[in-house]
């Protein structure tokens, strides 16, 4: 008996595993750029891997099977999580399938092998105490998606702030040498491979719109409107003004590239600033404990051998 409920744990943990590491390795360790225009590149992955795209309708199809228990009612074009995902990095709708149906599974999964468990094990615990722990753990599947995709887009928001301000001395190094603006969003886009990927991808996002014909303001907005970041929408608004009244691109954008490095440096010296009374708490209950029995032992023991006598005296 106890044989089987082993082989029964370790059957149900490797099927577990195994399916997590396959959803989690297959979609979301993927790199490559997810561009919000993929349909101008459909047809070329069709011709190229038809296998491949078969595969993905199989995999839609299966998908929504899974998360109509997770998916949002209303409008996803202008959805909240729409945008959450775009700030994020991810553009395809097959991402957004596979993290809903990863929602449901996880709500699901969870509490359903925590129980299995527990019958397996033999476990002592009352209905109602397993019961809770279940509900617990189908909470934790429903929402640690979302954090992670919360952490996903504040990586990504962090990583375009720091590299903004290089981007934009390369744009204002592009006009200034003759190009327009569309043509140094372009370059840009293509020397930032290296440093920033994300703000490569939004560039190289940026560019197939204007491609497309889309308005330079329209463009402008939309990638604010996917990044999240603040000083991107600071951007957008000084260079539409900037398109508006004529003024020199260059001199802006070296002006907003200065005001963004001060602004990173102050920044800086914020976190710089809370480190002293961050290190207070590890030094009261870590530091000063040990550093106070190394100082104060050696006189106490000294002390307490002085008093010995005494006390022994009186004793008697």
């Known amino acids: 008996m106890e044989i089987i409920r082993i082989l029964v744990f370790i059957l149900l943990f490797v099927l577990i595993t195994s399916t997590s590491y396959y959803v989690i390795i297959r979609y979301f360790s ?23 795209t078969r595969l993905e309708i199989a995999s839609k199809t299966a998908l929504e099977k ?6 949002p009612d209303g409008e ?50 009352s209905f109602l105490s397993i019961l809770s722990v279940a509900v617990f753990l189908s909470g934790i599947g429903y929402y640690l998606p979302d954090l992670w995709l919360s952490r996903k887009s504040k990586e990504r928001r962090q990583q375009i702030f720091e590299s903004l301000p290089n981007a934009l001395d390369l744009m204002r190094v ?6 327009g603006l ?40 939309n990638l604010a409107d996917r990044t999240g970041v603040e000083d991107i929408h600071a951007l957008v608004s000084m260079l539409i003004q900037t398109q508006h009244f004529g003024t020199s691109i260059a001199e802006a954008l070296r002006v907003h590239a200065e005001a963004l490095r001060e602004k990173r440096a102050l920044m800086a010296q914020e976190v710089a600033a809370k480190i002293p009374v961050k290190m207070t708490i590890p030094l009261i209950l870590c530091i000063f404990p040990a550093l106070m ?14 008093l010995s006598p005494i006390f022994t005296g009186i004793a008697k």
């Open 30 to 52: 993927e790199r490559t750029v997810h561009r919000r225009l993929g349909f101008i590149r459909s047809e070329t992955l069709d011709e190229l891997n038809p296998m491949r």
């Open 174 to 179: 592009c006009v200034t040498a003759g190009l």
């Open 76 to 125: 996803w074009e202008t959805s909240q999580i729409r945008m959450r995902f775009m700030s994020a990095g991810y553009y395809r709708e097959l991402d957004a399938l596979i993290f809903f149906a990863l929602k449901t599974i996880l709500t699901f999964v969870l509490p359903v092998f925590y129980i299995l468990l527990s019958l397996v094990s033999g476990s002592s615990s």
């Open 182 to 221: 569309d043509s140094a969003i372009e370059r840009v886009g293509k020397e930032l491979q290296i440093e920033s990927q994300a703000l490569a991808q939004e560039f190289h996002i940026l560019n197939l719109e204007l491609r497309t014909g889309a308005t330079r303001e329209n463009a402008l907005k």
């Open 293 to 306: 029995v190394v100082l104060l032992g050696p006189a106490i023991i000294t002390f307490g051998k002085s």
């Open 66 to 71: 899974l998360i109509h228990f997770s998916m």
